[in-house]
């Protein structure tokens, strides 16, 4: 089955910086991937997604970037506000297995003012 | 985007008791449904898929005598936990999904989750 690793766990940045969290794949199949920001105590929200068939995305001060050779995603945060501050999650699917999604272990992002 | 709702959001228990939590897709019919558990401070596990009108297909390690999930309905699934103990105390997210033909649409919208505390 699939495996995605996520890193680092924890990462803290001064408002203003960048941000980049990495995930790493294991299943070539898989081809959808997106990223959820998760607040304490409430539901995953989707932030942005990539499919197999481009290389990056962006959306204002999110982007995303996919080396399918590589397996591996990433997630880039620009112009970082406290209201970043939360856990992310990445996560693969493979339309062509079950359309489940495997997580990556998180990332809380600490955004000091 | 589409909503799911989660019913309760938080539930105290006895050990020994069993608790059902509802997952239901507000606005759009959802085809397939999924069960996660979420410890503190660690990633979403998926427990079991639900399919409308068919088995929950569950991970591995996950009891489906213990985790009784029916999706009766397009919009409706439900997650039974059986003689909960403290050790299922967790934070049980579901998320639904509609699959859009072969534009291929797999988003899932996640719902708000439910605590589930057991003494």
């Known amino acids: 089955g699939e495996n995605v690793e996520q890193h680092p766990s924890t990462l803290s940045v001064q408002e203003g910086d960048s941000a980049v969290i990495k995930c790493t794949y294991s299943d070539s199949a898989s081809n959808y991937f997106p990223w959820y920001k998760q607040e304490l105590g409430k539901r995953p929200q989707l932030i942005i997604d990539?499919?197999?068939?481009?290389g990056e995305k962006k959306d204002q001060r999110i982007a995303v970037t996919l080396n399918k050779t590589a397996k591996h995603f990433s997630l880039h945060i620009t112009e970082t506000q406290p209201e970043d501050s939360a856990v992310y999650f990445c996560?693969?699917?493979?339309?062509?297995?079950?359309?489940?999604?495997?997580f990556g272990g998180g990332t809380r992002l600490m955004v000091k003012p | 985007g589409a909503v799911v709702s989660q019913h309760p959001s938080w539930v105290i228990c006895k050990s020994g008791t069993s608790v059902k939590i509802e997952c239901r897709s507000l606005?759009?019919?959802?085809?397939?449904m999924f069960w996660y558990r979420q410890f503190p401070k660690q990633s979403l596990m998926l427990m079991a898929t639900?399919?409308?009108?068919?088995?929950?297909?569950?991970e591995q390690g996950v009891e489906k005598d213990k985790f009784l999930i029916n999706h009766a309905s397009l919009t409706l699934s439900t997650l039974t936990v059986t003689s909960a103990h403290p050790e299922d105390s967790s934070f049980y997210i579901c998320s639904a999904r509609t699959y859009l033909g072969l534009a291929g649409n797999n988003e899932q919208f996640f719902g708000p989750g439910t605590r589930l505390t057991v003494l």
């Open positions: 996560a693969a699917l493979n339309n062509n297995a079950g359309n489940m999604l495997t």
């Open positions: 606005d759009f019919q959802a085809t397939t």
């Open positions: 639900s399919n409308e009108g068919s088995k929950a297909t569950y």
């Open positions: 990539i499919r197999s068939n481009v």
